[in-house]
């Protein structure tokens, strides 16, 4: 609720996406990834004030090149841990172009009130163009 209040309270009109940010357990390849952060994407840095906010952080990112997949269902571990095997599986296969450089994000769609079969969310990695040998 702290970010519905956040944007509510500084008139920022709610859009989509909602940016999920899981953290992958490396070692234990079966165990599913750990939701760690929330965040509303703003269309325009001139929507908000960089700085915080009670428990708000309003921060300023730089472009990032992401490969990403379309998911269908509820945003939880199940339908991340799919949409992930296929990026990796991606990556994998364009090793000399591309590496992975950051944590996956899951970005959602539709609000709170659509049933979890009905909604539709992305999965994104950040990569970046592999050095050139």
């Not at 992958?24 to 325009?44: H, I, N, R, T």
């Not at 009670?54 to 939880?76: A, C, F, N, T």
């Not at 949409?83 to 599986?89: E, K, R, T, V, Y």
């Amino acid at each position: 609720m702290s970010l519905f209040h956040h944007i509510e309270s500084n008139k920022i009109p709610m859009t989509a996406p909602v940016e999920m940010t899981w953290k992958e357990v490396p070692d234990k390849p079966d165990q599913p990834p750990e939701l760690v952060a929330m965040a509303f994407v703003y269309g325009q840095p001139a929507l908000g004030q960089s700085g915080t906010q009670g428990k708000v952080q309003v921060i300023d990112l730089p472009e990032q090149l992401m490969v990403s997949v379309g998911v269908r269902g509820g945003y939880e571990s199940k339908n991340l841990t799919g949409a992930l095997a296929q990026l990796h599986a991606f990556v994998a296969a364009h090793q000399d172009k591309y590496r992975v450089t950051g944590p996956p994000r899951y970005l959602g769609y539709n609000s709170p009130f659509v049933p979890p079969f009905m909604r539709f969310g992305e999965v994104q990695l950040p990569i970046s163009e592999a050095a050139k040998k």
